[in-house]
């Protein structure tokens, strides 16, 4: 089916361990973003990817990183998980000039 | 720096009360305006894309607006279904490159 995917759609972890969020698009969309959403701050930019191999800072980057080696594969890693990290976290993705699609999200908890 | 601001926070609608949530944005260079709705547990859908004031999209009983310093979205005669939260997005045309900045959003509620 075209669209995007998130992949665990829920995940607890532990202070401190490594975690990754998979972000997977079937639209060959130029751009992929991760934003997270927490209550009375909305959604914020983390990182973003305007085509394979080139990634840039968002508002909130720190503690996460990001690579793009495929068009379609997205994923967003937490090195070493706070519990400031817990969260509801989107991916999207975009043909660039116009409207951004997202996924259903990844409910994050950090203990 | 870019910024949106939506207002109200919430809104509760009695079924058939016609309103408008209002997105206030400052970007040095608007490239796109973006509505979205969001119901718990879900991502945002997309709703409309505006590009230059003036310009109105319509679906169903929602129409958007866009002037060079805000867009309203209306709501005439609202359902229930149509409780949800709404957000609004832009992109800046002088960053060269297509984040979306969004808004808070609009926690709307239509009672039966």
């Known amino acids: 089916d075209a669209g995007i995917t998130q992949s665990p759609r829920y995940k607890i972890t532990e202070t401190g361990r490594q975690v990754t969020l998979m972000c997977h698009q079937t639209?060959?969309?130029?751009?992929m973003f991760w934003y997270r959403q927490d209550l009375g701050h909305g959604l914020r930019l983390i990182y973003y990817?305007?085509?394979?191999?080139?990634?840039d800072k968002g508002e909130v980057p720190d503690g996460y990183v990001v690579s793009r080696s495929k068009t379609e594969n997205f994923p967003l890693t937490l090195e070493s998980a706070t519990r400031s990290q817990t969260s509801v976290y989107f991916c999207?993705?975009?043909?660039?000039?116009?409207?951004?699609?997202f996924g259903q999200g990844t409910r994050l908890t950090v203990v | 720096e870019d910024q949106v601001t939506q207002s109200p926070e919430a809104l509760r609608l009695q079924e058939g009360e016609s309103s408008s949530l209002n997105c206030s944005y400052t970007?040095?260079?608007?490239?796109?305006l973006f509505w979205y709705r969001q119901d718990p547990g879900k991502g945002p859908e997309f709703l409309f894309t505006?590009?230059?004031a003036g310009e109105e999209k319509e679906k169903e009983r929602l129409k958007a607006t866009l002037t060079k310093k805000e867009s309203f979205l209306h709501i005439t005669a609202p359902k229930p279904e149509d409780s949800a939260t709404y957000l609004c997005?832009?992109?800046?045309?002088?960053?060269?490159?297509?984040?979306?900045?969004f808004g808070t959003g609009t926690r709307l509620k239509v009672l039966a």
């Open positions: 999207a993705s975009g043909g660039g000039r116009s409207e951004a699609f």
């Open positions: 639209w060959s969309h130029s751009y």
């Open positions: 990817s305007a085509a394979a191999d080139i990634t």
């Open positions: 970007v040095s260079g608007l490239r796109g």
């Open positions: 505006l590009y230059s």
């Open positions: 997005a832009v992109t800046n045309l002088a960053s060269g490159t297509y984040k979306y900045i």
